[in-house]
C-alpha cells in the first residue's frame, strides 16, 4: 500500500490512526477479484489518489459543476458509517446542496492507496445555518477515472 502524508496534526494520535487506516485498508483487501480487474484496468494508485485529492479540493467551491466530472453517474456515497448510500451522482450533489453550506473546506491530513482504493483522512468544515465540523476517512473506489463508491466513517 502506497501511502502519502499530508500537513499531519501533532496532536493526532498515531497508534489510533495507524489501527483505524490498517483495519480499513484490511477490509479493503477483502474485496472481491472484480475490484483487482479494475485495478489493472484503471491505472495507478497514484492517479486515483490524485483523482481524489482534486475532488476533495473541488468540494470547497461549492458548485456541484466542479464536483460532477470526479463522480461515475452511478456513485454510492454512505455520509456516514450508518447511513443508506446515496445512488447517483445528481443524488450525491443534491446532499450537498442541501446542506446550505457557504463554506465547506475538506483538510485532507495523509492519503493511503491500495490499487483503486484510496483512504484519506480528513476534518471537513461546514459553514452553514448548522454548522459543523466533522473527522473521519473517506474511503474511495475509483473505477474508469471517476468515484464509483465512497464512503465516510466518523473518527470520536
Known amino acids: 500500500m502506497k501511502q502519502t502524508r499530508h500537513a499531519a496534526r501533532p496532536d ?37 489518489a ?21 463522480l461515475a453517474n452511478d456513485v454510492a456515497y454512505r455520509m456516514t ?17 442541501k446542506l446550505n453550506a457557504t463554506s465547506i473546506t475538506f483538510e485532507v491530513l495523509e492519503t ?12 471537513d468544515r461546514f459553514v452553514s445555518p448548522r454548522p459543523f465540523t466533522w473527522q473521519g476517512v473517506g474511503v474511495f473506489f475509483v473505477k474508469d477515472g471517476k468515484i464509483k463508491e465512497w464512503s465516510d466513517y466518523t473518527i470520536r
Open 81 to 97: 458509517e450508518t447511513a443508506a448510500p446515496i445512488i447517483g451522482a445528481e443524488g450525491v450533489l443534491d446532499a450537498y446542496r
Open 112 to 123: 493511503f492507496t491500495a490499487g483503486p482504493l484510496v483512504i484519506n483522512r480528513r476534518i
Open 12 to 48: 493526532a494520535s498515531p497508534g489510533r490512526r495507524a489501527f483505524v487506516l490498517a483495519s480499513l485498508a484490511a477490509g479493503a483487501a477483502g474485496l472481491t477479484s472484480s475490484v483487482a480487474v479494475a485495478a489493472q484496468s484503471d491505472g495507478t494508485a497514484q492517479t486515483a
Open 50 to 70: 490524485r483523482l481524489v485529492t482534486e475532488f476533495c479540493a473541488a468540494v470547497s467551491k461549492l458548485d456541484p459543476a466542479a464536483m460532477r466530472p470526479f
